[in-house]
């Protein structure tokens, strides 16, 4: 069993720059894919961007390729989203997501362990 609490969201104008976190309880978190979604009001929940258990691997949705990037701590049981050059399209409700496996996974099916996700607002 893995608990997932996110933090970082907030208020930040567009061009502007935000770092999200995503702790992980347990003791076995570097066997842990992970990933990060959104959900804006009225759209399906979306993937953002995922990092495999040992950090070599990482994919990016192409809307957030090239201003977004995951990375994890595994010391600290800790993953990462720093997001740059923002736009108020990236506005949502971001979530952490985990699942043990070896690789980054893109689908909301893949994950079991959801956090309860952190507001982030960009305003134009």
């Known amino acids: 069993q893995v608990q997932l609490v996110e933090s970082g969201g907030g208020l930040v104008q567009a061009g502007g720059s935000l770092r999200l976190s995503c702790a992980a309880s347990g003791r076995t978190f570097s066997s842990y894919a992970m990933g990060w979604f959104r959900q804006a009001p009225g759209k399906e929940r979306e993937f953002v961007a995922a990092i495999s258990w040992s950090g070599g691997s990482t994919t990016y949705a192409d809307s957030v390729k090239g201003r977004f990037t995951i990375s994890r701590d595994n010391s600290k049981n800790t993953v990462y989203l720093q997001m740059n050059k923002m736009k108020p399209e990236d506005t949502a409700v971001y979530y952490c997501?985990?699942?043990?496996?070896?690789?980054?996974?893109?689908?909301?099916?893949?994950?079991?362990?959801w956090g309860q996700g952190t507001q982030v607002t960009v305003s134009s």
């Open positions: 997501a985990a699942r043990r496996g070896s690789r980054s996974y893109v689908n909301t099916y893949e994950y079991a362990y």
